[in-house]
C-alpha cells in the first residue's frame, strides 16, 4: 500500500490516480516535515498565506485506544460514482473510498521510486521485471494474492472489450500486449507466471519511467471476475456492491454515492488496524465547517482554501498542508479521439485552431490576482503543465504567458479577429460572429464567480465567451461530455491530479485518450518519447528534454496551466498517526484516536 496520504487521486489517477483524476483528481508529494505547526495563521498581510506555513505530518497528543472509529468526509458536491475497484474506476471520488480497503503491490518512497517495502517486491533484470509477493498477503475473503490475480488485472485491462481508462502506453510497452489487445493472440507473451506468487513482465522498453509510477501494481481477484465477462466488470456487484481488496479495512456496507462503512481487517499483511471502524461518508463543501466543529467528521479530503482564513483559527484540529501534485488548466477542444487507432486526430479547422487566439487568451487573465482573491494565496500562478510538485523537472525559469491585456489584444489583430461591426466583440477572421463555449464545473462558492472571471477578462480583449448551455456542469456531466468531445464545447476549464511520474504523456500524448485537448504535433510526441529514452537515464538530458516540451507547450497553447495548488487537511485533535504526502513512513492501519468521541470546537 502506498504511504498514508489523504491528497486526491487523479486521478490520475485522479482523475485519474493516474489520474487521480482524472481530470479530478488527483496529489501525494512531500512536504515539509520542519514546518511549525502552530503557524497555521499564515502571514496577516493582505489575508494571504502561504503553503510553506504548515506541515504534513498531524502532531500526535496521547496514545491511540484499542479500536475506536473513525469518519473521513469526502469532500464533493455531486454523489461518488461507486466504481470501487483500481483496474475500473475513472473518478477521483471513488479513488478516495478504494484507498481503505485496496492497495497496490509496490510501495513508493519520497523521491516517488518504487520500493520493495510493499505487499510485493521486485527486480529488474535487463528488460524483466520479476514480482513477488508475500504469503501472508489475502483477499478479504481469505484466498491468497497470487500471480495469477496480478496478471489478470493485466489481461482484463488489455482487453479488446476492457471499458475503463487504464490502457496506453504503460500496457502496449508489454511485449505480446498489443497482438493481445488486437485480438491475434490468446495469451500476453511477455508475461509469465512463475508460481503461485511470482510473476515476470518483460517490457518492450525500460525507461526512467518504468520504476517510478508505469508499471502497474493493482491485481485483479481471479476467482471473482473470471466468469464475468470483460465488457460487463466495471458495472457487476463484484465492483459496486461487494468490492473487495487486500488492504487494512473491509467493505462493510454501501449506500450507493453517499457512503461507505468499513471494519478492520485482522488479517492485513502489515498487522491488525487499531480501528474497529471507518466510515467515508459525502460531505458538501458547504458544510465542511460545521462537520468539523461539531465532530460529525474527523478529517476530510481536502478543505476548500477559500474557507481557510474564517477557520484558521477552528479550535478542535490541526490543519496540515502540502503542495498538491495538481493544476488547474484551461483547455481548448483542438480535434477528436479515433478510437480504432487509438490516437488524438487533430482538426485544423477547430474554432480553436489558431494558436494565437489561445496565446491570447492565456495572456488575458490575471491567474495570480484570482489565486489571491478566490484562495487567500494557497493557490498561486501557474506557468508550465509539469507542476513544482515534480521539483527536479518543473521549469521554475520558464514564465509562462504573463498577464498582458494589451498583448491578448495584439495577437488577435495579426490573427485577424478584429471586431467588424462595432459591438465590442471580435468576429472571426472570415468576419462571422464568433461565439466560445466554455464548460466549467459546479461545486463550492468559488465555481461560479471564477467561471464568470474568466469569462470577464476574456470580454476585456473582445470575445464572446459564453456558458455551455447558459450554466456551470455538475461533475460526472463535465467530464462525459469533455471526454466524449461534444461539440458545444470549445473550452473547458478542468484539473489534473499529476502521478507520481513525471512523464506527462498520460495526460497529454498523442495515444492518451485522456489528453482532452484531441491536441498533438510531431514534436509533442516526439519530445515525450525522448522524455522516456534510454539517455533519459541520464537526469540533466531528461531535464533539458521536459524543458524543451514545457516551452512547446506555451507556445503552442493547447491548454494552459491557471494555478498551482495546495491541499488543507484539517484533522482532529483525538487523532494520532495521520499524514498527507508520501515518504512519511505512516500506513492506514496505523492510525488511532485517543478517545472514543471527536473533540468539538469550543
Known amino acids: 500500500m502506498k504511504k498514508f496520504s489523504f491528497h486526491k487521486l487523479t486521478l490520475a489517477f485522479m482523475l485519474v490516480l493516474l489520474l487521480a483524476l482524472a481530470a479530478c483528481g488527483g496529489g501525494d508529494d512531500e512536504g515539509n516535515n520542519n514546518s511549525d505547526s502552530s503557524s497555521n495563521k499564515g502571514s496577516e498581510e493582505g489575508e494571504l498565506y502561504s503553503i510553506e506555513d504548515f506541515t504534513n505530518v498531524k502532531t500526535n497528543e496521547g496514545e491511540p485506544i484499542d479500536g475506536g472509529s473513525f469518519t473521513y468526509g469526502l469532500v464533493s458536491d455531486t454523489a461518488f460514482e461507486g466504481t470501487l475497484n483500481w483496474n475500473f474506476y475513472s473518478g477521483a471520488p471513488d479513488a478516495e473510498i478504494i484507498q481503505w480497503f485496496d492497495e497496490p503491490l509496490l510501495t513508493w518512497d519520497e523521491s516517488y521510486v518504487y520500493t520493495n517495502d510493499g505487499a510485493a517486491t521486485y527486480e529488474l533484470e535487463g528488460n524483466t521485471v520479476t514480482f513477488t509477493i508475500r504469503d501472508n498477503v489475502n483477499w478479504h475473503d481469505g484466498e491468497p494474492v497470487t500471480a495469477e490475480d496480478f496478471a489478470f488485472a493485466h489481461e482484463v485491462i488489455g482487453h479488446p472489450e476492457y471499458d475503463g481508462i487504464r490502457y496506453g502506453s504503460d500496457f502496449t510497452n508489454i511485449v505480446g500486449m498489443e497482438e493481445y489487445h488486437a485480438g491475434e493472440a490468446d495469451t500476453i507473451e511477455g508475461i509469465e507466471i512463475v508460481d503461485e506468487k511470482t510473476l515476470k513482465i518483460t517490457y518492450k522498453e525500460v525507461t526512467p519511467s518504468l520504476l517510478t509510477g508505469s508499471i502497474w501494481t493493482y491485481p485483479l481477484a481471479k476467482h471473482i471476475f473470471e466468469d464475468i465477462p470483460v465488457a460487463e466488470m466495471s458495472s457487476s456487484d463484484a465492483v459496486r456492491k461487494n468490492p473487495i481488496g487486500f488492504g487494512p479495512y473491509i467493505v462493510e456496507e454501501i449506500v450507493p454515492g453517499e457512503s ?343
Open 260 to 602: 461507505v462503512t468499513f471494519t478492520k481487517n485482522e488479517d492485513y499483511w502489515r498487522g491488525e488496524p487499531n480501528l474497529d471502524k471507518v466510515t467515508v461518508k459525502v460531505i458538501s463543501s458547504t458544510t465542511v465547517v460545521n462537520e468539523l466543529e461539531s465532530g460529525g467528521v474527523d478529517t476530510v479530503s481536502s478543505f476548500p482554501t477559500d474557507q481557510y482564513p474564517d477557520n484558521a483559527d477552528m479550535s478542535n484540529v490541526e490543519f496540515l498542508g502540502d503542495t498538491d501534485r495538481a493544476f488547474t488548466y484551461i483547455g481548448f477542444k483542438l480535434g477528436k479521439w479515433d478510437a480504432e487507432e487509438g490516437r488524438v486526430v487533430p482538426d485544423p479547422n477547430a474554432k480553436m485552431a489558431d494558436k494565437k487566439l489561445r496565446q491570447a487568451m492565456w495572456h488575458a487573465v490575471d491567474n495570480d490576482t484570482l489565486g489571491q482573491k478566490f484562495y487567500h494565496g494557497l493557490r498561486w500562478n501557474a506557468t508550465t503543465l509539469i507542476p513544482p510538485s515534480h521539483p527536479e523537472y518543473h521549469d521554475e525559469t520558464n514564465p509562462g504567458r504573463s498577464f498582458d491585456q494589451e498583448k491578448a489584444k495584439q495577437l488577435l489583430d495579426e490573427a485577424g479577429y478584429v471586431d467588424v461591426n462595432d459591438d465590442g466583440m471580435r468576429e472571426d477572421p472570415d468576419g462571422n460572429e464568433l461565439v466560445i463555449n466554455f464548460a466549467s464545473m459546479s461545486g463550492g462558492d468559488t465555481a461560479e464567480p471564477i467561471a464568470q472571471y474568466y469569462i470577464q477578462s476574456w470580454e476585456q480583449v473582445g470575445l464572446n465567451v459564453q456558458l455551455t448551455d447558459g450554466r456551470l456542469m455538475e461533475f460526472n456531466t463535465f467530464y462525459d461530455r469533455v471526454e466524449n468531445d461534444d461539440p458545444g464545447i470549445d473550452v473547458y476549464q478542468g484539473a489534473w491530479g499529476v502521478g507520481i511520474d513525471v512523464d506527462p504523456r498520460s495526460l497529454w500524448g498523442g495515444e492518451s485518450v485522456s489528453n482532452y485537448t484531441r491536441w498533438t504535433s510531431e514534436e509533442n510526441d516526439s519530445l515525450l518519447a525522448k522524455g522516456v529514452s534510454d539517455e533519459a537515464f541520464n537526469l540533466e538530458y531528461r531535464q533539458d528534454i521536459y524543458n524543451q516540451w514545457q516551452e512547446l507547450m506555451v507556445e503552442e497553447v493547447p491548454v494552459f496551466p491557471t494555478v498551482y495548488r495546495a491541499v488543507l487537511v484539517p484533522v482532529n485533535n483525538r487523532v494520532v498517526n495521520f499524514a498527507i504526502g508520501d515518504g512519511t513512513g505512516i500506513y492506514l492501519h496505523e492510525l488511532g484516536v485517543t478517545q472514543e468521541e471527536p473533540m468539538t470546537a469550543e
